[in-house]
């Protein structure tokens, strides 16, 4: 799939579901089959009213401009389907959930990109669509959540953590830039300004349990224990009258959600501070030391940002 494509037109395509066929006939289901079986998020519909959405981009479920219309795919397919009641988002790549934006790609792969009909860019769009959808949404966090893993992750309506293998991250502040995907806006109304503050501007690994206690997530459980949690809380969820759901979900977003334009300025600020000199520095030593193929940076990011602001 090419990354050039825009969010209009992959919105008819065609969304992975196990066991249930969606591509239509001939050149052009055979296309979409191929687009999806490319695709970095894998849909399985457990139940009408209940989907998993599966994220498979290894070795780290990085997050690049051709997964900008992937997850457009997935977003516009939640929103489109009138039986869905809840989705929940994990990864099937070990020690990581998703993690941060891709610095290899030519950064206009990315700022050549349309806004969405919104008038966002179209990865802060499809993180403030997901917040107000009425169906239910769940990160279910194993392994690292870096980046735009945090950020898909916050902007979910509810997060579950490994206590053994989540471990949480904003990161950037470390590379020199800023982040992009809403955290500013969204992390001060869910854990209050200091803890805020303290994750953005420590650049820090957040694991599991202290997450649980700054209420970065809902529960810290432990590993074998998490996915029968999830499973077991989305299946109640799904029987529930799907109307009664997007009425309390709307009712709790006037009083939680931070206004559109404090998300879309994120995006922007993340465009302008990782072309600055500190910021193409840092990440030009984080590739040179292995960023992006060496798992030992990918796990311990939060080092090797520290050690790149050290003096040369």
């Not at 700054?214 to 299946?235: C, H, I, M, Q, S």
Request: aromatic residues 8%.
């Amino acid at each position: 799939m090419k990354p050039t494509q825009t969010a209009a037109a992959l919105a008819a395509g065609f969304i992975l579901v196990t066991g249930l066929a969606h591509a239509g006939s001939g050149a052009e289901g055979a296309a979409a089959e191929a687009r999806a079986q490319a695709s970095h998020y894998k849909i399985t519909r457990v139940t009408p009213g209940y989907w998993r959405v599966s994220i498979h981009n290894p070795p780290f479920n990085i997050f690049g401009p051709e997964s900008i219309p992937m997850l457009n795919e997935v977003v516009t397919a939640i929103e489109k389907d009138p039986q869905l009641r809840v989705v929940v988002f994990e990864s099937q790549v070990p020690g990581f959930f998703h993690t941060h934006y891709d610095f290899i790609q030519p950064l206009e792969r990315t700022t050549s990109m349309p806004p969405a009909a919104s008038g966002l860019q179209q990865f802060p769009d499809m993180l403030v669509r997901l917040t107000k959808t009425g169906v239910v949404s769940i990160a279910s966090i194993r392994g690292r959540a870096t980046g735009v893993g945090s950020e898909l992750a916050l902007a979910c309506d509810m997060r579950f953590a490994s206590r053994e293998k989540a471990v949480l991250s904003q990161f950037e502040i470390g590379a020199g830039f800023v982040p992009g995907g809403g955290p500013m806006a969204r992390l001060p109304r869910l854990i209050g300004r200091g803890r805020a503050l303290e994750v953005l501007l420590s650049g820090n690994d957040i694991p599991a349990e202290l997450a649980e206690r700054y209420g970065y997530v809902n529960r810290a459980l432990p590993d074998a224990e998490l996915d029968k949690f999830v499973d077991t809380l989305a299946r109640r969820i799904s029987t529930f009258d799907k109307q009664s759901l997007n009425e309390i979900k709307q009712l709790v977003n006037v009083a939680s959600l931070p206004p559109d334009q404090e998300v879309g300025e994120e995006w922007g600020a993340f465009l302008k501070s990782v072309q600055r000199p500190a910021a193409q520095h840092n990440i030009k030593k984080l590739l040179e030391w292995g960023l992006q193929k060496k798992p030992e940076i990918e796990v311990h990011l939060d080092q090797y940002t520290g050690k790149a602001n050290l003096p040369d």
